[in-house]
């Protein structure tokens, strides 16, 4: 987004004029465009990088989260450098380890607990829809296939994809087929199949590249409902 503040005491938000009790007043103007932007992020569930122009004509570059939190400078390069969420926020990174190696200790209850955390970290620090959450989803769902829930682990990954899809991400497919691995680990046939017509459906979102695999997944699904 964009915000622009002009020396005559006029102000924009992506070409949109803000209106405030004083129209000439800055921090007034300031003020508003940040709600405006706030707004916006809360209504598409993720943090927004703008860049924003002061009346001075300095050019600077901030995020600004659901919760009104604003960041500048790291932040803001750690968001640009890595729009799909493939490395952990710096101030996520030893909490990330601790779950690893928790995981790998057979300590699967601690790194659930952790996981759960840092997915509720990730939702509140970033918003619902942002990469950060759903690759924090992606974590506590290979926790929860560690910890012998492989349903549980399925669940969670289609809710995975189906956030990627929303953000027309590649990481859509990658998710999915995580979700396919797990539900093929479920051992009850009565779950299998619920979670085979979920899975079913979320692949239908994956168009022609889906296709063998939507194929195979109502294949088994009827097998799994005695059909």
């Given at each position: 987004m964009t915000i622009e503040l002009t020396p005559d005491g006029r102000g924009w938000v992506d070409g949109q004029a803000l209106m405030t009790e004083d129209g000439t007043d800055?921090?007034?103007?300031?003020?508003?465009?940040?709600?405006e932007v706030t707004g916006a992020a809360v209504r598409g569930g993720r943090s927004v990088v703008v860049e924003a122009t002061d009346p001075d004509g300095a050019v600077w570059t901030m995020v600004v989260h659901?919760?009104?939190?604003?960041?500048?400078?790291?932040a803001v390069d750690e968001l640009a450098a890595d729009p799909e969420g493939t490395r952990p926020p710096a101030a996520y990174r030893d909490w990330m380890?601790?779950?690893?190696?928790?995981?790998?200790?057979g300590r699967h209850l601690d790194a659930l607990s952790m996981?759960?955390?840092?997915?509720?970290?990730a939702t509140?620090?970033?918003?619902?829809?942002?990469?950060?959450?759903?690759?924090?989803?992606?974590?506590?769902?290979?926790?929860?296939?560690?910890?012998?829930?492989?349903?549980?682990?399925?669940?969670?990954?289609?809710?995975?994809?189906?956030?990627?899809?929303?953000?027309?991400?590649a990481a859509y497919w990658a998710a999915a087929q995580r979700a396919y691995a797990c539900w093929h680990q479920v051992p009850e046939a009565a779950q299998g199949a619920w979670l085979g017509e979920q899975l079913a459906e979320l692949l239908r979102l994956g168009g022609d590249e889906a296709l063998p695999t939507l194929r195979l997944v109502l294949a088994r699904t009827d097998e799994l409902r005695g059909g």
């Open positions: 800055t921090t007034q103007l300031r003020a508003a465009a940040l709600r659901p919760s009104g939190r604003v960041e500048t400078g790291a380890a601790e779950i690893w190696e928790a995981g790998e200790s996981a759960t955390k840092i997915q509720e970290q509140a620090d970033y918003g619902t829809r942002h990469p950060y959450a759903w690759r924090a989803r992606e974590v506590a769902a290979h926790v929860a296939l560690l910890c012998g829930t492989p349903g549980r682990a399925a669940e969670m990954y289609m809710e995975a994809a189906r956030g990627w899809a929303e953000l027309g991400s």
